[in-house]
Every structure is written in structure tokens, then in C-alpha cells.
């Protein structure tokens, strides 16, 4: 699909699992490489998260930094040489902390859960709110510590009776679970279809 052209719905609401990401394994080479400006071969980000300037830190590391919407976003690369591989994270300009990967989000660059924080409270996709009505509707049923209540990838149609329950009551209650699982899934298979599907930087 170009970029900047989509189908279906207007989005309103851009959600974590349909951003771009960077890779922090794709830096590798800046390791290596002089220090300068450098700019993302990646033609589905923008101009501003394309662009940046390699430069290093006291303590040796080298930092990436973009200028977006007029501000430094400045990501380090830490090369973690504990581990035999020497994997190699980014550090996500909100909170630091070292990532796989970061977001591409309108103005900025930043991890999940610095993303997921600032949109929980705004909104939540309608498949995870059924999901979640699901396993409380399950939780009611079974209790919370039977095994695999939370997991959506394991069928109720074999869980067991609670005994103090009547097997109406019981049909009743897991028909219901049965029948917005059935809602669930379908849901969650449109949704990676979109997700993969979308080329282009959603606005939030
Ligand atoms: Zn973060």
C-alpha cells in the first residue's frame, strides 16, 4: 500500500500494535561507524524520525539524536556485554530504560509501555475490552486460580461444573463465555490484518 493512503475506516485513534518500530539489532553498525548525521533508510517513517545525529557519551556509549516537532529525542545505544551475544538495546527517551525496540509515534519516538501508559486511560481497542469481560466472566465462573483462566488460547468447553452450581445455571453462564469467545476471535484476526496491513504513520 502507498504510503499515505489507506482503506476502510477513518482512524481517529492511532493504537500501540499499529505504530512503525525501530529495531535496536539494526543499529549494530552504528557502533562502528563515524560519528555525523545519519538518516533511517526507512521510507515509512517521516523526515524527522529518519534524521539524526550519532555522537558519543562520557561513558563511551553513542547516542542517537532526532529532532522532531523542533525537540532533541535522544536514544543511546547500549551494547549489553553481559550476555555472550552482546545484544544491543535502545534507551527509550521517556524513561530510559533499555528496549528491543521503540515506537514511532507523530511527534515522537518512545517504548510500549510509555505509549501504552499515555493511551490506557484514553481508550482501550474494542477486542481487549471483550477479552477482558471474557476472563472476568470466566473468573466468575471457575474462580481465579484455575489453570489457563486467563488464557485465551485454551477452550472452556471442557472446564468443569463448579459442584455448588446447578448444571443450568452452569450451561447458561458458559454458553454465554462460549458465545463472546466466539465474537473474540474473529475480532482478533481482523485486527492483525490491519495492523500488518497499515503502511503508513498513523496520527494520534
Ligand atoms: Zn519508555
Redesign the pocket.
Known sequence: MPKGHYYGRTQTRAYTGEYHRIFAKTFKNLLTVPLGNYSLNADFLNNEHQKFKLTTLECGARMMTFTINNKPHKIALILDKRSASNKLYIT?P??Q?Q?QSLYAIKYAY??R??IGLHYASQSERPNERLMRRIRKLRKELWGYDWPDVNNMFEQIAYWPKPKWMRWKTFNLKRDKITELENIYWPMVDAHMKVMFGHNFMPDC
Do not use: E, L, T
Open positions: 527509550c521517556y524513561c530504560k528496549r518512545g517504548c509501555q510509555c
